[in-house]
Structures are given as C-alpha cells and as structure tokens.
C-alpha cells in the first residue's frame, strides 16, 4: 500500500533545507537551515536535554513554522564527541550559560548569512534549550523577535528572565504538573510582555494525539503577532556578556 502524504507534512513551495556547520564556542555545531521563498523571519530551535536537531517533535513543529512563513535553523548545540561525553555524565546539556553562547554565536551567523541577513530571527526552546534561548535573548536586548519555550525550564535561565526583552510565550502541558509550576515562577520573574498557554492533556512530550498540533499552531500564532521588520541579532556588537544565576 502507498502511504498518503498529509499535507501538514508537506513544505511550502521554495522551501529546501541545508546542511550548514556554524564555529561556534570554539566548535563546529552542525544545523539543518530550511527558509521559504517568502519568509517573514528564521526561527532558530535550541533543543534540551537528550535530543538534537533530527527530533521528531521540533521536526514537525518546524514544518509547521514553515508553512507559516518561517525560515528555521535545528541547531546541535553539542558535539558528537561531547554528547558522547553526555553519556558519560558530563551534564553540558545543563550548563545555561554555555549553552547560550553557543546559540548567541550562531545566531550572529545567520544573522550576517548571505539569503538570511536582514530577516528578523526568533527562538524555539524546548526543555533546558528554553533556558538558553532566554539568557541568549536577553543578551541580545530587543534584537531578538520572539522566544517560544515547549515544555521548558525557563527558570534555569534565573536572573536573566528579568533583562529578557523579546516577547515570551510559554507552553506547557497540563498534565506535566511539575514544570508547569515551575513555568509559573518564571512568569513572574519575565517583565518583557509575555504569556503562558496551558496544553490540556498534555504530558511533557506532548505525545498524545492532536497536542503537539496545538503546541505549532500557539507559536505560529505568537511568532506572527511579534515577529516584524526590524533590528536584527547582527546589529549587535560581539562579544555580548551572559548572566544565567546572580549578578
């Protein structure tokens, strides 16, 4: 039997992805870079904890970006031979601070690129990648659109939340008890404008049916409202200092 192709999984016309390496943090990072003919801003993913740019959650949801108009850029913010260090117990995946500058120099990367430059740049966090996005975005004050955190932990960005400027929206599950509380705590301590959108049924995959749908469709809608023509990560001058606990 042939498999019938749902066109929410097909790419908007003019859409072909890249394998792009970006040095970065003294390393080369490697990323798959899709952007539309008609793309109104890139929407970079920083994965969490145990995943990478080859996820099959921030896959669709990037699809899904895609068809609303959004260049994306699935970024490893490890190595190979680190993550095989990961396995080990090196725990990088939640250093914060470590990781955000890894996505701040890939963003000043894309941001200079030839076919990017020029269109504005949001983030995608999921799990402790939410965290960097959110000490990355408030390095860059208000040169970032938008952040998005998919059942993160924003609150491991600590005093940054307060300096972030970039409109925040935070999604959770409602079955993911735990992190929703701690979402709550990280509301509060954002003073950029800035939401919370509960998933009912939810876990913190979003693995049960239609969720992760609703979790593309709340950024779509979130990243269209913020995202416009303006400054961009590449009017900033390197290097940018980060501040993930204390001051």
């Known amino acids: 039997m042939t498999a019938v192709k749902s066109n ?63 260049g994306t850029l699935l970024l490893d913010l490890l190595t190979p031979e680190e993550e095989t260090r990961e396995l080990e117990g090196a725990r990088l995946r939640f250093n914060v601070g470590f990781l955000a500058q890894r996505l701040i120099g890939a963003t000043i990367w894309l941001a200079r690129r030839q076919g990017t430059k020029g269109l504005p740049v949001a983030f995608f966090g999921a799990s402790t990648g939410a965290a960097a996005a959110l000490v990355a975005a408030a390095a860059f004050g208000d040169t970032v659109a938008a952040v998005v955190s998919r059942g993160g932990r924003p609150d491991l960005a600590g005093a940054a939340l307060s300096r972030v400027l970039a409109p925040t929206l935070l999604i959770v599950g409602g079955n993911d008890r735990e992190v929703l509380s701690l979402n709550e ?4 301590a954002l003073r950029c404008e800035k939401d919370l959108r509960i998933v009912p049924g939810a ?45």
């Open 8 to 70: 929410l999984d097909e790419e908007p016309e003019g859409a072909e992805g890249v394998s792009v390496h970006i040095f970065s943090g003294g390393v080369w990072l490697a990323g798959e870079l899709v952007v539309p003919e008609d793309a109104v801003g890139v929407v970079i993913f920083a994965h969490g904890t145990g995943s990478g740019r080859k996820s099959p959650r921030n896959q669709y949801v990037a699809r899904q970006l895609r068809r609303a108009r959004f």
């Open 185 to 188: 705590e990280a509301l509060n």
């Open 203 to 247: 876990t913190h995959l979003f693995e049960e049916p239609g969720k992760l749908a609703e979790v593309a469709r709340l950024a779509a809608v979130w990243l269209r409202r913020h995202v416009s023509p303006g400054k961009t990560p590449a009017d900033v001058e390197e290097p940018l200092e980060i501040s993930v606990r204390g001051e």
